[in-house]
């Protein structure tokens, strides 16, 4: 008899409550075990219906949400594209007025047209000439203005700040006249004795044809052009991104309609275009040379002293119901 055999009979006959609570404990176990398992597969269940559900909320929590946002927008902000997201709708603006829109006083401004940069400007001389030609035989006045500025004038501002002390002794600086004759205005559109007469050329050190003073601190341009009752100006000349468009803002501020001539300007830059887009939406007109010249030969009508610009306010302001 094997000794497993005897301890089992002996199990069974000496302890009987022993082994009906072993095998009791065996059974109890399974059950345990597969209640167990019961369990989490029904909580498996349950989270995964759950977690369903509830992305299922969710996604008709934001369908619901989207289309009431599309709703509100309807009629409002929603009309307009993102700002920042695909394009932006961009406003453009022009001059509300033309040359034959009223009877005008004008005149003809030509900037640095000088030996300087004679190099810049040979492709506009022609078309400065024939403006300069129908002033004259319109008998309108021009003011020309010739940059000045020398390395060791001693003059010192923020323009000099900002183009630097480099550039001296290669005589490269843009900010300087080099030549010895570098000041002269092209003789191709130069003024006659009697216009040098008048204060021709002005000698500028500034970009603006109106930052030159006299002894009372008045604007040497301003001044001569309020003296002739002028309402209108004509900009020629050189730099289109610099000295032109300084100008025309200068003249806007100070009352004056302002004209840019397109193909009467030029610079050494590669902004020309971008330049006279600006202007033409901010404070100018812009026109060609024929569209000038044909305006003062057949078209130009002559205001009265006074009738459209007042001369008594630095922006010169006509008030036209002073109470």
């Not at 004008?106 to 492709?123: F, G, P, S």
């Not at 002390?165 to 005589?171: L, V």
């Not at 970009?207 to 601190?217: A, E, I, K, T």
């Not at 840019?260 to 300007?265: F, K, L, Q, S």
Request: hydrophobic content about 35%; glycine content about 6%.
């Amino acid at each position: 008899m094997h000794l497993g055999s005897s301890n089992n009979i002996w199990n069974q006959t000496l302890h009987p409550y022993r082994a009906i609570t072993m095998t009791n404990m065996i059974g109890s176990r399974s059950f345990m075990t597969l209640l167990l398992m019961f369990l989490v597969v029904v909580g498996f269940c349950f989270h995964h219906e759950s977690g369903r559900n509830r992305t299922s909320k969710l996604g008709f929590s934001f369908r619901r949400n989207k289309a009431r946002f599309q709703a509100s927008a309807v009629g409002n902000e929603g009309d307009l594209p993102m700002r920042n997201y695909k394009q932006i709708n961009y406003l453009t603006f022009e001059a509300d007025w033309s040359l034959d829109s009223r009877p005008r006083r004008i005149a003809l401004l030509i900037d640095d047209v000088q030996e300087e940069y004679r190099e810049y400007a040979k492709e506009i001389i022609p078309n400065v000439k024939s403006l300069v030609e129908a002033f004259r035989e319109s008998a309108e006045p021009i003011v020309w203005s010739v940059w000045s500025r020398k390395y060791d004038s001693g003059f010192l501002n923020a323009m000099d700040r900002w183009y630097g002390p480099t550039g001296i002794k290669a005589r490269e600086n843009a900010l300087y006249i080099w030549q010895q004759n570098g000041t002269d205005v092209l003789k191709e559109v130069e003024p006659t004795d009697t216009e040098r007469l008048d204060g021709n050329p002005i000698h500028s050190e500034m970009l603006d044809m109106f930052w030159n003073f006299d002894s009372n601190g008045q604007s040497i341009l301003d001044e001569r052009l309020k003296s002739l009752g002028v309402d209108t100006v004509v900009v020629t000349g050189l730099w289109t991104d610099e000295c032109i468009i300084s100008t025309a803002y200068a003249a806007l501020s100070r009352g004056y309609d302002v004209v840019v001539v397109r193909d009467a300007v030029a610079t050494a830059t590669p902004h020309h275009a971008a330049a006279l887009t600006v202007m033409e939406a901010t404070c100018c007109k812009v026109y060609s040379t024929a569209d000038v010249v044909d305006y003062l030969h057949q078209r130009y009508r002559k205001g009265e002293n006074g009738e459209y610009k007042g001369v008594n306010h630095p922006d010169g302001r006509k008030l036209l119901h002073p109470n």
